[in-house]
């Protein structure tokens, strides 16, 4: 009798094309792939797959059996996260974050799943936005939380939140107490986001005119670090506010006055149609929740100031 892992594993190796991939994304080896496509086309009495060059194609009977496997995969998925425990959704979901998140909620997000899905494991990665869409394209992550939407056939997207941008500078550099025109921001570095993502080409188109001198612009892959070089007063970090609330509190950053207007970093999640999507899903929801309760908090202190 034909048994969903065996039908999991045929979806796998159609959907990424490679005994390899499946192998990965099944967190198994290749001879095991093997093995049960080999058990799943001795069961079938046909052949599944073209195995040419190292590329797994499926046949034309392959292709039939796909439009199944997607529906029988994707009612188990239904079943289980409908009918079963919270506790039978198990397994790992790799998820990719921007960084704004890891200093926002995502510590919150990882309790509350730990909390309604303590079965499911998440592994986590942190990068830019375009490698973690290209990594999610590349389906290597399911589940990314970027400044979105992703735009790809099939994929899904969710907003999350919205964060400002603001130029944010220590106290030792004297800028504070007032109005701060572009002429006196451009007399700094100035500290942001990395190369080839959004924020980072906005600031630079934002100080590319004629009247301006060539812009210091200092580019990093960790918050961290621009956190740390604008404490220092080695510049003005342009980031959102909102990961910076302890120094603002204790003064150790001030958020400038200035008229220079920024868009705000619009963060969604987003993920590739798939028949066992359902986890996915339901951690999306987790993170929309949490996302948007923390923007609330931040609107009502923000209005307090």
Same mark, same amino acid.
């Given at each position: 009798?034909?048994?969903?892992?065996?039908?999991?594993?045929?979806?796998?190796?159609?959907?990424?094309?490679?005994?390899?991939?499946?192998?990965?994304?099944?967190?198994?080896?290749?001879?095991?792939?093997?093995?049960?496509i080999?058990?799943?086309?001795?069961?079938?009495?046909?052949?599944?797959?073209?195995?040419?060059?190292?590329?797994?194609?499926?046949?034309?009977?392959?292709?039939?059996?796909?439009?199944?496997?997607?529906?029988?995969?994707?009612?188990?998925s239904?079943?289980?996260?409908?009918?079963?425990?919270?506790?039978?959704?198990?397994?790992?979901?790799?998820?990719? =974050?921007?960084?704004?998140?890891?200093?926002?909620?995502?510590?919150?997000?990882?309790?509350?799943v730990?909390?309604?899905?303590?079965?499911?494991s998440?592994?986590?990665?942190?990068?830019?936005?375009?490698?973690?869409?290209?990594?999610?394209?590349?389906?290597?992550?399911?589940?990314?939380?970027?400044l979105?939407?992703?735009?790809?056939s099939?994929a899904?997207?969710?907003?999350?939140?919205?964060?400002?941008?603001?130029f944010?500078a220590?106290?030792?550099?004297?800028?504070?107490?007032?109005?701060?025109?572009?002429?006196?921001?451009?007399?700094?570095?100035?500290?942001?986001?990395?190369?080839?993502?959004?924020?980072?080409?906005?600031?630079?188109?934002?100080?590319?005119?004629?009247?301006?001198?060539?812009?210091?612009?200092?580019?990093?892959?960790?918050?961290?670090?621009?956190?740390?070089?604008?404490?220092?007063?080695?510049?003005?970090?342009?980031?959102?506010?909102?990961? =910076?609330?302890?120094?603002?509190?204790?003064?150790?950053?001030?958020?400038?006055?200035?008229d220079?207007?920024?868009?705000?970093?619009?963060?969604?999640?987003?993920?590739?149609?798939?028949?066992?999507?359902?986890?996915?899903?339901? =951690?999306?929801?987790?993170?929309?929740?949490?996302?948007?309760?923390?923007?609330?908090?931040?609107e009502?202190?923000?209005?307090?100031?």
């Amino acid at each position: 009798m034909t048994d969903f892992r065996s039908i999991e594993t045929f979806l796998w190796v159609v959907k990424l094309g490679s005994f390899r991939g499946a192998a990965q994304r099944l967190n198994t080896t290749q001879p095991a792939i093997s093995q049960r496509i080999a058990q799943l086309e001795r069961e079938m009495g046909v052949k599944l797959l073209n195995r040419d060059h190292r590329v797994a194609s499926p046949t034309p009977s392959g292709r039939q059996m796909m439009v199944y496997a997607e529906k029988l995969i994707g009612l188990r998925s239904e079943m289980m996260a409908e009918v079963g425990d919270r506790s039978a959704m198990r397994g790992a979901l790799r998820l990719g =974050v921007a960084e704004t998140i890891v200093h926002t909620w995502l510590p919150r997000l990882v309790k509350s799943v730990n909390e309604v899905y303590p079965n499911l494991s998440l592994e986590i990665e942190v990068d830019i936005t375009p490698n973690l869409t290209a990594r999610l394209l590349a389906q290597e992550i399911e589940l990314a939380f970027v400044l979105g939407p992703v735009s790809a056939s099939g994929a899904h997207n969710r907003v999350l939140c919205d964060y400002p941008i603001g130029f944010l500078a220590s106290p030792a550099l004297g800028l504070g107490d007032g109005p701060v025109a572009r002429q006196d921001l451009a007399r700094f570095p100035i500290i942001t986001f990395p190369r080839k993502t959004q924020p980072y080409e906005t600031v630079r188109a934002l100080f590319n005119t004629p009247d301006l001198p060539p812009i210091r612009l200092h580019a990093s892959t960790s918050l961290a670090t621009v956190i740390h070089m604008a404490n220092e007063g080695l510049g003005i970090a342009v980031i959102p506010s909102a990961i =910076v609330e302890n120094e603002l509190a204790d003064g150790r950053l001030q958020l400038l006055d200035t008229d220079l207007k920024l868009p705000p970093l619009t963060f969604t999640a987003s993920w590739l149609a798939s028949p066992d999507a359902v986890a996915i899903e339901r =951690v999306a929801n987790l993170a929309e929740q949490i996302a948007q309760a923390r923007v609330v908090v931040d609107e009502v202190e923000t209005a307090r100031h």
